[in-house]
């Protein structure tokens, strides 16, 4: 089992930043990989970033490559997503989320956890 928390949600004004941060306990096995997706109203869950906790390696989607970062502190066991330059579309609940795999969880098969989620809002 996993356990995931998320906080630092908010709301802002267009091209402003935010940082999120993923709190991670459990199996360590079922969460080498830990990313954040997000859902706006209306719409479906949209893959955002992922890291491979053991060593780093990062991947983004592409509308959110250059402005948003996705980071891990290991000695908090804690992932972070700072979001720079944010815009009206990026307006959504935000989750992490953790599987054992990357291309596990950036194509959402085998075992997810998720957390809670944490609202982000952007006006313009």
């Known amino acids: 089992q996993v356990q995931l928390v998320e906080s630092g949600g908010g709301s802002v004004q267009a091209g402003g930043s935010l940082r999120l941060s993923c709190a991670a306990s459990g199996d360590t096995a079922s969460r080498n990989c830990i990313g954040w997706f997000r859902q706006a109203p209306g719409k479906q869950r949209e893959k955002v970033a992922l890291?491979?906790?053991?060593?780093?390696?990062?991947v983004y989607a592409d509308s959110v490559e250059g402005r948003f970062t996705i980071s891990q502190d290991n000695a908090k066991n804690t992932v972070y997503l700072k979001m720079d330059s944010l815009q009206p579309e990026d307006t959504g609940m935000y989750y992490c989320?953790?599987?054992?795999?990357?291309?596990?969880?950036?194509?959402?098969?085998?075992?997810?956890?998720w957390g809670q989620g944490t609202q982000v809002t952007v006006s313009s």
């Open positions: 989320a953790a599987g054992a795999t990357c291309a596990g969880l950036w194509n959402e098969y085998d075992q997810i956890y």
């Open positions: 890291i491979l906790t053991p060593v780093g390696t990062t």
